[in-house]
């Protein structure tokens, strides 16, 4: 998409990496100009995402705004970028919530904050890729760079246990990466063996027409589903989200459930499922009965933690099962819902978070024990928290029920039983929410918090503006989820065609 001459998918997805060698220029001890300088990059992306949507056609099939520029032409390698309406609403998601947490980040941040914030803008570049990316070995480069600077904000500016816990962040995903590697050069080198040629042999929109090998599909399938399933988390893969949450600082943990766990799903739905669509039919009987374990394993689990981080970390691997079910069950309602419960589960959850990270700031402690009565002291951050436990229990009228309704509706034309199992959890969430609200908010002011004195405080304007635009955004999808589905519908329905009809053992048109 070309806007008076600017590559706006390129400026999208670079413009955070301007700000971050800008910053790099700058010395560390001028943290005022250090700090508007990361937010001003990350709002010009997000306003040039915004920009976007001014030509898109979402009544168009296949990718639109499509950059190309030959990079390896002996291996057939571009610099390839395009747009779909999944893309799109990912690629916003992202923007916006890259900006509000950099501007969280201005107060709790206290060292370092130079090399945080160009952290945090490689990291943006490393998302936005990942969702425009139509190469493969591109795809791959900005899937790998998302991995290093969140191995820094964790290992750096995360808690006490942070350096178990990015070791087990990084090798969790570095060992589902390496096998998507192979499975990425296993798919290029069957096209070039194929057609005799390297040209094409990882360009995205060649590949899914290409019939692969159904052995190739089935392990190719495979490695792509270990990598994306580490990613989102799915059951029994998991255990490493807890922990990076627990250490991560809030604007680290706020884009980590917010968009990093949105990776693993966008990769089901933009390369595993058109890539390998027979390998995907075999494979998503197992999925189903993964993601059904993951949605009542997060819940139950969720329901006994005594961390407010660990209830939000395990309540995001039960939300996160609902993609995956609506996913897998290749039905249109039900892919469409889980696009959308990505959109609002990174909206909910990212708000969820940062609302943890409000209240840390002032008492240094997470413990749900310890917490009581925060509606007397702090009235504005009690009712701004109990609008999001409400979101994301899933009330009507907030973008929470709209997605895990559709997943449902689809799950059950396909498995009343699956589908009774998804329903019988949403209960199980509003369990755990309401009774952790209850803790925190209401009754007599706990000892531990009345102990703090002056230092509890109501939410500052900075946290105000940080949380604000995520009630908007909660209460226009939940009342016009239209906004999402209309921009998703033709790129679901050609999704799920490929899957219906895979192509096998040829090439074809």
Same mark, same amino acid.
């Given at each position: ?7 706006? =998918? ?90 509000? $947490? ?5 107060? +709790? ?72 590697? %192979? ?48 990613? %989102? ?12 949450? %627990? ?70 691997? $039960? ?76 009330? +009507? ?71 604000? +635009?995520?009630?908007? =955004? ?21 999704? =799920? ?11 074809? +048109?």
């Amino acid at each position: 998409m070309v806007l008076s001459g600017v590559p706006l =998918l390129t400026v999208v997805t670079f413009a955070p990496l301007v700000g971050a060698l800008l910053i790099a220029l700058v010395p560390r001890q001028r943290e005022g100009l250090i700090r508007w300088l990361a937010l001003t990059a990350a709002v010009v992306a997000f306003v040039a995402s915004l920009a976007l949507l001014v030509d898109f056609r979402p009544d168009i099939a296949g990718f639109q705004a499509v950059e190309e520029v030959g990079w390896i032409p002996a291996f057939g390698i571009e610099y390839k970028l395009g747009l779909d309406g999944i893309s799109l609403v990912l690629v916003i998601l992202t923007t916006t919530l890259s900006a509000i $947490s950099i501007l969280a980040s201005f107060g +709790p941040i206290k060292s370092r904050m130079k090399e945080y914030l160009i952290s945090f803008l490689i990291l943006e570049v490393g998302l936005i890729g990942v969702f425009l990316a139509l190469d493969l070995f591109l795809f791959y480069i900005f899937w790998e760079i998302v991995l290093v600077p969140m191995y820094l904000i964790i290992g750096i500016w995360g808690g006490t246990n942070r350096i178990y816990a990015t070791l087990k962040f990084v090798l969790y995903t570095l060992v589902g990466s390496l096998l998507m590697l %192979v499975a990425i050069l296993a798919t290029a080198f069957s096209f070039q063996a194929a057609t005799g040629s390297w040209a094409g042999a990882f360009d995205f929109e060649q590949l899914r027409t290409f019939g692969f090998d159904p052995g190739l599909q089935f392990l190719a399938f495979g490695a792509f589903f270990l990598a994306f399933a580490i990613k %989102v988390p799915m059951f029994p893969l998991h255990t490493w989200l807890p922990d990076a949450h %627990v250490e991560a600082p809030t604007a680290g943990s706020v884009i980590l459930a917010a968009v990093m766990l949105k990776l693993g799903a966008y990769g089901f739905i933009r390369f595993a499922l058109p890539l390998f669509p027979q390998a995907a039919q075999e494979w998503a009987p197992a999925i189903i009965v993964l993601s059904l374990i993951a949605i009542i394993y997060g819940a139950i689990v969720a329901l006994v933690q005594p961390d407010l981080k660990k209830l939000v970390a395990y309540s995001s691997v $039960s939300h996160m099962g609902f993609v995956t079910l609506g996913i897998f069950i290749f039905q249109e309602q039900g892919l469409q819902g889980a696009i959308l419960q990505m959109v609002n589960h990174g909206v909910i959850t990212g708000a969820l978070f940062l609302l943890v990270g409000v209240i840390y700031e002032r008492t240094h402690d997470r413990a749900i024990a310890k917490m009581g009565g925060l509606a007397a002291p702090t009235p504005v951050y009690a009712a701004i928290f109990g609008f999001f436990m409400l979101a994301s229990l899933g009330l +009507p009228g907030m973008s929470g029920f709209v997605g895990e309704f559709l997943v449902l509706l689809g799950t059950f034309d396909v498995s009343p039983i699956a589908a009774a199992i998804a329903t019988f959890v949403i209960i199980l969430s509003a369990a755990y929410l309401m009774w952790m609200f209850q803790r925190v908010v209401f009754g007599e002011l706990s000892d531990f918090l009345r102990g703090l004195g002056h230092h509890l405080t109501d939410m500052t304007p900075r946290e105000l503006l940080t949380v604000t +635009p995520l009630v908007g =955004l909660t209460l226009a999808l939940g009342v016009a989820p239209g906004l999402v589905l209309d921009l998703i519908a033709m790129p679901v329905t050609e999704v =799920l065609a490929r899957v219906a009809a895979p192509l096998v053992g040829a090439a074809g +048109p």
